[in-house]
């Protein structure tokens, strides 16, 4: 039976770091915006799951129905997140299939 060759092994294993550490870092730089109510609430989160902005469209705020504003901003949050989450899947996903040949 023949020994793996140590040194493609470590060639291998800096690869997927080099990979593993570029794929982090566009995670980090994507920018995404969850939306709710067609648009009428939005936030824009960073890939490390920061919000920048939250933005509510004046036909929603209605001080006898504050409750609909909270589920409005509660889902635009979630999908918000969702799609960061969705982004890291995307680029880890590959990555982590592809740790599973190097042993």
């Given at each position: ?35 709710a ?6 936030v ?60």
């Open positions: 039976m023949t020994q793996p060759d140590m040194s493609q092994i470590l060639a291998q294993a800096q690869q997927m770091q080099a990979q593993l550490q570029a794929a982090q870092q566009e995670i980090l730089a994507t920018t995404v915006v969850g939306n109510g067609n648009g009428l609430v939005t824009t989160m960073a890939g490390n799951g920061e919000v920048s902005a939250v933005t509510v469209d004046p036909k929603v705020v209605d001080p006898e129905d504050v409750e609909t504003l909270q589920d409005l901003l509660l889902g635009a949050f979630k999908d918000a997140h969702n799609k960061v989450a969705n982004v890291a899947e995307e680029k880890m996903g590959p990555l982590s299939q592809g740790m599973g040949g190097l042993f």
